[in-house]
């Protein structure tokens, strides 16, 4: 669920934080917001819908999606203007994308049968 909130967060940013100035500063964030939006619905993955994308391969777009967003004030040359919250999106994408698991926890976890486990 996570995807979908910095999604919708990446396209709301440049209003909600006053850096609406129509240049690459303010759709950059849009465009990657769409993007990790379109991803997270195309994730093989309990929040996703169409489930085209392995986990392994949406993780490593999120680590890329993040070095592009954290580089991209100096790319686009808008660090004059803005450059807090791309570089804090970037950093949080990289990170979320190292940490996060491939395989759900009831995955790795026995199954247990319950009928053979109480007591009298």
Do not use: C
């Amino acid at each position: 669920m996570l995807d979908y909130i910095v999604g919708v967060l990446l396209i709301a940013a440049p209003w909600l934080f006053n850096f609406d100035r129509g240049g690459a500063e303010t759709w950059v964030p849009v465009v990657v917001g769409v993007l990790v939006l379109l991803q997270a619905i195309m994730t093989d993955y309990e929040a996703g819908v169409i489930h085209k994308i392995s986990m392994v391969n949406h993780l490593r777009m999120d680590f890329i999606i993040g070095i592009f967003l954290a580089a991209s004030p100096w790319i686009f040359n808008f660090s004059n203007i803005v450059w807090a919250p791309h570089v804090i999106v970037g950093i949080f994408s990289i990170l979320a994308s190292i940490m996060t698991k491939t395989v759900p926890d009831y995955v790795h976890r026995p199954h247990t049968d319950f009928r053979t486990h109480h007591t009298s």
